[in-house]
């Protein structure tokens, strides 16, 4: 009995701090002055309930857009496992907007609470139970209360891990490609259960289901691109359509630099997402760095290999408006990193949550008001 206890409060006190953040930034946001919305809307997605208006915002037009008309060559970028769970609620009655916001909020509860799952299988509790509420007050974790795909991603990411970890190999590949799905960069978790097998296999040789389990995620991958090839005559139109977002390849130095640069121009008329992006890129590397140099933190090698992956691919992505493109959003899905924030000392963990909590209040604030945050 004390056990559950402790399994319930280590992941509805994290979430209700989250939770309560995000609602009362909100609440406080409407009594503000709203920034002119922009970028794509909706025009079918029609009036939405009082409580979910505000969290209807930037992508989330998209996502809902994609479930009611479709894909076309310019929504294709985005990938489909969130269309697919919208479309199932809305085979049920609900809307476009209630069904996104249903299912991601759904799904922001369930990455507490494998998180705390999987930190547990690998760490001591008090480290587990501090990474989550790092990851509570992630100031840009508003995203999971919104129709972002980041709520799916993690929750399918970490149950790969925590499969992985438990040498469920089969559960480990198709939480993988449910994954990549979800996000392209899901391909990735390939590597992941690849070097997991390999170092609970390395002294049994004999040929296994299990070796087939690393490739269910590309797998995955190559079924978008048949979609892809039938629908548009190209099998990567995901991947060429992101020039008409205005993404191209680019040094993450120099587009770090040209952040910067233009945060400089802009001044203090910037967007919140090219200041945010100014201080959470660097605070990303130097805390993996320190996790992958420092015996300190004891992240398993399987751990690092992903959360570098997912912190410098996007890095290479970049557009002469926003040279650093959502990388403040991107950071809420490297999981290590909220391993290493919960290695802080007391004091100094204190004044993280503290100050996070502030900025995740703040960002929510700005997101809902039409700012661009990430």
């Not at 998209?62 to 199932?88: C, H, N």
């Not at 547990?120 to 129709?147: E, I, K």
């Not at 972002?148 to 480990?172: D, I, K, S």
């Not at 890129?281 to 992956?309: C, E, Q």
Request: with cysteine.
């Amino acid at each position: 009995m004390t056990r559950l206890l402790h399994l319930a409060a280590g992941i509805w006190r994290p979430y209700f701090l989250h939770s309560g953040i995000v609602l009362f930034s909100a609440w406080l946001a409407a009594s503000l002055p709203a920034h002119i919305p922009a970028g794509f809307i909706n025009p079918f997605l029609g009036d939405a309930p009082p409580l979910a208006a505000p969290f209807l915002r930037w992508d989330a037009h998209w996502y809902t857009y994609i479930a009611a008309q479709g894909y076309d060559e310019k929504s294709v970028v985005f990938f489909p496992m969130l269309v697919f769970f919208i479309r199932a609620l809305n085979g049920l009655g609900l809307s476009h907007a209630v069904s996104g916001l249903l299912v991601c909020n759904l799904f922001a509860f369930l990455s507490f609470a494998v998180m705390h799952a999987a930190f547990h299988r690998d760490f001591p509790p008090r480290t587990a139970d501090r990474a989550l509420l790092a990851y509570a007050v992630m100031p840009t974790s508003f995203f999971l209360n919104s129709v972002y795909t980041e709520p799916l991603f993690l929750t399918f990411t970490l149950a790969c891990v925590y499969y992985a970890r438990r040498q469920l190999w089969l559960p480990a590949g198709i939480c993988a490609a449910l994954a990549a799905l979800t996000r392209n960069i899901g391909v990735c978790l390939s590597f992941f259960v690849a070097y997991e097998l390999y170092l609970h296999s390395r002294n049994d040789r004999r040929l296994s289901a299990d070796y087939c389990s690393p490739f269910l995620a590309p797998a995955a991958l190559l079924g978008y691109i048949a979609y892809n090839a039938f629908s548009f005559g190209d099998p990567l139109a995901f991947v060429h359509s992101q020039q008409v977002w205005g993404r191209s390849f680019g040094w993450p130095p120099d587009n770090y630099i040209r952040n910067w640069d233009l945060l400089g121009v802009l001044w203090p008329n910037t967007q919140a997402g090219i200041a945010l992006d100014a201080f959470m890129v660097p605070a990303g590397v130097v805390g993996l760095g320190a996790a992958t140099l420092s015996r300190r933190h004891h992240i398993p090698a399987s751990y690092l290999i992903v959360g570098w992956l997912w912190l410098m691919i996007p890095l290479y992505s970049t557009s002469s408006f926003l040279p650093l493109y959502s990388m403040s959003r991107f950071l809420l899905v490297v999981f290590p990193l909220y391993l290493v924030c919960a290695g802080m000392p007391k004091a100094i963990f204190a004044c993280f949550l503290i100050v996070d909590a502030l900025l995740l209040s703040l960002c929510t604030v700005l997101f809902v008001n039409w700012y661009w945050v990430g």
